[in-house]
């Protein structure tokens, strides 16, 4: 097949690329150049702004594009109305957070989306007016803008849309640094910080069994809605730092601090210690519970957490980044909350 993807090159992008060539596709990428890909012989690219530059796509033909990087309804509808006449299919990387409500537990596909109100609406008009293309302009619009987009793609190529939702998505490339933490934290070994209850239920899903599944979905031509996340109630907070351990094959120790010890000293959750929401987060008490059944009934699969792990931090090793990491507790903060911790009890 003749695949189109928008972006490409960054994290969920670049294993798209692989999956699709190693199942021995052609792939064209279409993006602004911004980010490096090893180099690549077999892969077009296109280099062009999706605001400015879709003029570049004219007189092409696929049989799919997969967009990667839709957050604006402006920019997907230009996308698929360009786009509707020469390709098939339409695969929109979505996200759970296009839920209304996850203060549930085992939201499916058939659960209310979140919804813009007039005001945040108007910013969106203003945000496409002025060409911002920077996801954290969106803030809190984010999960509303990728529902938005989504019923976009499907007024504009009915029948012709697929939109895969993932969950926290892991692995090598990730450039958010949440996983990749947990990883390299337990391999630089001594006390690791650890929060609330070691059999804290933990969801996410490695970028390489999204890739492979979305490519296949390609395949058989699919259409329609999935979660795509890892099992819920399949994996503990103390179950991932247990093969990060085994991963790295030190000594670290870890010490399980409860939740108001953390809320008292300021620890943010989700950035600083990441995969952790507290139990007073009400309103995402079911962000890591998410259905993922029609996926997998449709041939969705996952590789052992303990290739993920290994992989990420040969990845992170290989890499040789001296930048610190995006999340995460400062080594001296780290250190500093240990030590009252042990005082206090």
């Not at 280099?47 to 594009?65: H, P, Y």
């Not at 998505?169 to 990749?180: A, C, H, L, S």
């Not at 001594?190 to 492979?212: C, K, M, N, T, Y």
């Amino acid at each position: 097949m003749k695949l189109l993807i928008i972006g490409g090159t960054r994290f969920l992008g670049r294993h798209l690329v692989a999956a699709a060539l190693t199942r021995g596709h052609d792939v064209t990428l279409f993006n602004r150049g911004q980010h490096s890909l090893a180099a690549q012989p077999d892969v077009e690219t296109i280099i062009g702004d999706r605001n400015t530059d879709l003029n570049k796509l004219e007189d092409r033909g696929w049989d799919a594009v997969v967009d990667t990087c839709g957050y604006l309804p402006g920019g997907v509808r230009a996308v698929t109305e360009l786009l509707s006449r020469s390709v098939e299919r339409y695969v929109f990387i979505s996200s759970i957070s296009a839920y209304a409500d996850l203060s549930v537990t085992g939201v499916d596909e058939s659960a209310p989306l979140a919804q813009l109100t007039g005001k945040q609406l108007e910013r969106v008009k203003q945000i496409e007016s002025s060409g911002e293309t920077s996801a954290n302009t969106y803030g809190d619009m984010y999960g509303g803008l990728k529902a938005l987009c989504e019923q976009v793609a499907e007024d504009t190529m009915p029948g012709r849309v697929l939109v895969v939702r993932p969950g926290l998505i892991v692995g090598p490339y990730d450039y958010t640094d949440r996983f990749t933490y947990w990883v390299t934290r337990v391999a630089n070994g001594g006390e690791v910080l650890a929060p609330g209850s070691p059999e804290r239920s933990i969801q996410f899903i490695d970028a390489r069994d999204v890739a492979d599944w979305t490519v296949k979905m390609i395949e058989t031509k699919e259409a329609g809605i999935y979660n795509a996340n890892g099992l819920p109630n399949s994996l503990t907070m103390k179950n991932l730092l247990d093969e990060c351990a085994l991963a790295s094959g030190n000594n670290a120790s870890v010490t399980w601090v409860d939740e108001e010890f953390l809320k008292q000293e300021e620890v943010a959750a989700w950035s600083e210690l990441p995969l952790w929401l507290p139990d007073s987060a009400e309103n995402l008490k079911g962000f890591m519970f998410v259905s993922s059944d029609q996926a997998l009934k449709a041939g969705l699969t996952f590789r052992p957490l303990a290739r993920t792990v290994q992989d990420t931090l040969s990845w992170y090793r290989e890499a040789g980044n001296l930048e610190p990491l995006k999340a995460g507790l400062p080594k001296e903060k780290e250190e500093s909350l240990l030590r009252k911790w042990h005082t206090t009890r």
